[in-house]
């Protein structure tokens, strides 16, 4: 339940999904004819049918909220849990809404309609094993697909050795602090901080990557996750993410505000 789960937070991928949904449902209600759908003539179909399609996107849509707050609630790590909670809610909430469109609309001021659990049994069971599955691969697909395409722009920061090696999206690195003959790397990993340490040189990486900026003989910080200067006892500081503190030499100082488009500190 709690393994990791491929997710992609992109509105317009859902809203295909969703629309993609909608255009199912209604095709498989009009090829299928559950529901005494026979009884209708063509015309009550394309008026009718269309609308179980509808509820089912409008349904997928409404979850989108909940879908990102369990996302952010979750550190930006969604896991297989997560993707339950979501299916689950969305069956029921579609299921309820078919339920009272068939009652108030379908079947308004008939006698004797279909009964919950039989609805449930012969037409909302079997149609949720056709439908679900495109929900799901879908889904999954789209998460693969990001995934795939977050890996393509993941930077690697080199060690000495062979296997030393930190992968990770630019924006998730933080800063690197020289250790000697290694350097520690500070970077995010969804919601918590983590360090690697690597046999490398300050000034190699540096070269090597030129859009992080160089704050003082044994830092490099990355400069998405600056968040304000500090000064204590006439020392220079930056904060960044995770109330980390980095010293700025004076040998770095103008460059370091020219950077960060600072005309004073």
Known sequence: MNIKYPFDPLLKHHVFIALGLGIWIFLFLYVTEPMDVNEFGDQE?????????????????????????????????????????????????????????YLFVIVADQP????????????????????????????????????????????EIEGEGQYESVRLLPDDLIC???ADNYVEVFYRDGSELKKTLIRNKLSI?????????????SFIINPFHFKQWKTDNGKHLLQLSHNIEVP??????????????????
């Open 45 to 101: 179909k394309l008026i009718y049918l269309p609308i179980y399609g509808v509820i089912a996107a409008a349904c997928y849509l409404l979850f989108m909220p909940l879908q990102n707050l369990l996302y952010r609630k979750s550190g930006y790590d969604w896991r297989l849990k997560h993707e339950l909670i979501f299916l689950i809610c969305f069956v029921v909430l579609t299921m309820t809404f078919a339920r009272l469109y």
């Open 112 to 155: 004797n309609p279909y009964s919950l659990w039989y609805h449930i049994k012969t037409i909302f069971l079997p149609a949720l094993t056709v439908t679900l599955p495109i929900v799901i691969i879908n889904r999954f697909a789209f998460g693969k697909y990001k995934e795939k395409k977050l890996e393509q722009q993941k930077i």
């Open 176 to 178: 690197i602090q020289s």
């Open 205 to 217: 990486i540096s070269d090597t990557f030129p859009e992080l900026l160089r704050t003082h003989r």
């Open 248 to 265: 700025i030499s004076k040998t770095y100082l103008d460059k370091t505000k020219a950077r960060l488009n600072f005309t004073t500190v």
